[in-house]
């Protein structure tokens, strides 16, 4: 009945609205919650200056790496999330 | 909400003078009343200071159209503000000035933010330009207050400040409600800019229902023999009682409620067994362990309502309606899951679902419940020859009407009152069931008694809860508001005393109060009518005189330390480790 549990490094590419304080919210929201990061890199997009393209990688098993997925979608600051 | 699209973003829509051309140069402090104005806020909860002289300034003359409320301690506004919003679904507002009065409503921003209670929490600050100097009443409280609320503005550009509040309104209500909070610096509430109106965002869009994932449901739901619904605040906060009523109805299946749920199914529904979890009646928890379906609906299947998780689904299968995305596969894996709106989904659901008969399945309910009723609530009355919690609980019931509001504290009470009182009408329990924050219920009972124009309420509430948030009732004076405070008063901190006598060998370590608190002397003092009472007779009497009365009354009702609230399941136990007494 047990999703499967086993451990896997991911990369999420995460769109953020470039306001003060959304870094913040997305560290702590790892932090509230329990998640890794592994590594993170920030970057203004060059088409759109309102927004940051984040890379981060992370691990833990499947139901974790949903939940981040999630977690980091209902965040007002994040504009979309997607597993590379 | 990038200062670049502000203007033509809100400004499109409708400007209600209508006309281009005439313009209304407002300063913040002016916007922000006016814009909670336009969003319809009639009250407001807060305590004045020097980052909000200006806000208090622009209320001062708009007496006619806002009316705030000064509350003991930023704490009793932030709980007046949520209990405001649980009673009618409305929006709560509280302010408060920087620093400290906004550390003080911490505890509130989180008792929202875990109950999924729609508030927005208005907070002055330090002018910008000494920001990050630590300076005088100066804290970071976007910072601070990050992890419980849906989101934080802090508004450092005028220009931002009308749009920014009507975003906050549109957080807070939309899709899973919340506490919204939103900063405005001094200089900010000063600075003078157009206004454009205030007017309300529309609700964010909602996720339509997946045919597909309609179907998947409605064939589990099919072939259950044995199907449960667990449903919970969700209900409440998205006003389906009557679908949830509909869907349980045609499948004549029983309903457990969480703690959040409760109201949301007549306490005179056939359908309905009680409350579900830790301090569930023996026959819904029964059920719900032994159904092979469980249909959860508007719940997060917490700790507390599943106990261990494992076991909790070993027997069923389970489908989860919610309008979180993120509550789907976090506490438990589903089956089935069915993201969005419950008043979307269910009527959809309603349409597939097959009518049927259940009269076994239930009957097994009733056999459970005449099986152990009685063994759970006559030791403790037996063992008393004063006053029980159940009398109590049934002498307030007597005189209540479905309509009043209830409120209570954390502990024993809370969950006395949720078991035994007979709710039968949606938004009338008003309890802090995420974060369990004692001194939740003076603040929410004030905001319930004000958001129904200062109807009767009643605040069932312990005697170590009430210190806690005691000074409020210099409130419920002030304002003449008709609250009932009924304290169960058994001398300690019977919640925690409880798991010490159960898990920790009776090691009563602090939990014992001691003290000669004079609840008569107290109320009077505070302007409020008090008495105390030892025995059902007294009870009446007093009941009486203060279910008549249109001013605040304490009734100080003196219950056995010794009672316990039965059923308890111990913390990641399973059904099968109910204590039944
Ligand atoms: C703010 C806060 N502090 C501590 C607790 C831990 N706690 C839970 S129940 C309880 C005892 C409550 O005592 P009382 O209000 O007298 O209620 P009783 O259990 O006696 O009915 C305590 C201390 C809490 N829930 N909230
Ligand atoms: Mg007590």
Redesign the pocket.
Known sequence: MNQPTQISNFTLSILVANRAGALSRITGLFSKRGFNIDTLSVGPMAEDPSLSRLIMTSSGDEVTKNQIIKQLAKLYDVVDVKLI | MSSASDSSGVGAGGNASGSAGDTMILNGAAITIETLIAHGVTDVFGIPGGSVLNLYDELFSRTSQITHRITSHEQGAAHAADGYARATGKVGVAMATSGPGATNLV?GIATAYLDSSPVVFITGNVPTNLMGKDSFQEVDITGITMPITKHGFLVKDINALEETICEAFRIARSGRPGPVLIDIPKDVQIAETEFLGGHPLPDLPRRQPDQSELQAAAELINSSQQPFIYAGGGVVLSDSSDLLCQLAEKLDAPIGLSIMGLTAMSSTHPLYLGMTGMHGLPEATQLNAEADLIIGIGVRFSDRATGNINSYREKAKIIHIDIDDAEIDKNVQADVSLHGDIRDILPLLIELVEERDRRQWLDHATDIREAMRDSILAPSEAQASGLTPYTVINAVRQRTDDSTVIAT??????M?VAQHYAFNQPRTFLT?GG?????FGMGAAIGASIAKTQTRTVLF????????NLNELATAVRYQLPIVVVI???G???????WQTLFYQSRHSE?T?DRSTDYVKLAEAFGARGFSVGDAHGLNEVLDQAFSSSEPVLIDCRIDPDSQVFPIIPPGGSFIDMIIA
């Open positions: 505890t504290d954390v502990g024993q009470h809370q006395w802090s974060l369990g924050a004692m001194g509430t312990g005697d170590g809860s009430f210190h806690m169960l008063n058994n300690v901190l019977g919640m925690v005393r409880q939990t109060l």
